[in-house]
């Protein structure tokens, strides 16, 4: 996924400025996508020029200039376009990453990081469900989110449990 496509979906719902951008990004779509303002107007350019967003400026009045920034037509062909391509494997994955390399610890500490791999999903996940509800199939990307989350959390704990016998997981080949 990228970062543009991510924008010119939420700018298909309405008009935003930067900083909303940022905050819907925060809001409703932290748990699969996050993104800060340094990413986010770089962005916005590239996709300005591409012509897929069309930039208002919202003059002075009382306050700083707010650019404003609409989906274009071509935008939303681009969107659309996106959205039917078959998904392909990031391959981007940091929980996994991490457990890829656990040989480099003592055996005694493996179990310790499983663990504490773990409880950050747990944490992710409480944060999950007490934050507000999304609108439309932000709900059921939450969902998926969470059952991702839960399926981790339970990989992890076996994990943890076979590191518990130095005989269960293989060492590492010298």
Request: hydrophobic share 40%.
């Amino acid at each position: 996924m990228s970062l543009p496509h991510v924008l010119l979906g939420l700018l298909s719902e309405q008009a935003r400025t930067g900083y909303d951008l940022e905050r819907a990004i925060r809001e409703d779509l932290d748990h699969v996508w996050r993104a800060e303002f340094s990413q986010i107007y770089p962005a916005l350019a590239r996709l300005r020029r591409a012509g897929h967003v069309h930039l208002k400026v919202l003059g002075p009045r009382g306050g700083p200039r707010r650019n404003l920034y609409r989906v274009t037509a071509a935008g939303r062909r681009e969107l659309r376009s996106w959205l039917a391509v078959p998904l392909s494997p990031q391959g981007k994955d940091p929980l996994l990453t991490r457990v890829a390399f656990l040989d480099v610890l003592p055996s005694e500490q493996r179990r310790a990081a499983l663990l504490t791999l773990e409880r950050s999903l747990g944490e992710e996940l409480r944060q999950l469900r007490s934050s507000p509800a999304p609108a439309g199939f932000r709900v059921q990307a939450r969902r998926g989110a969470i059952d991702r989350l839960e399926a981790g959390r339970r990989w992890l704990q076996a994990l943890a449990h076979e590191a518990a016998s130095p005989a269960a997981i293989p060492a590492k080949k010298k």
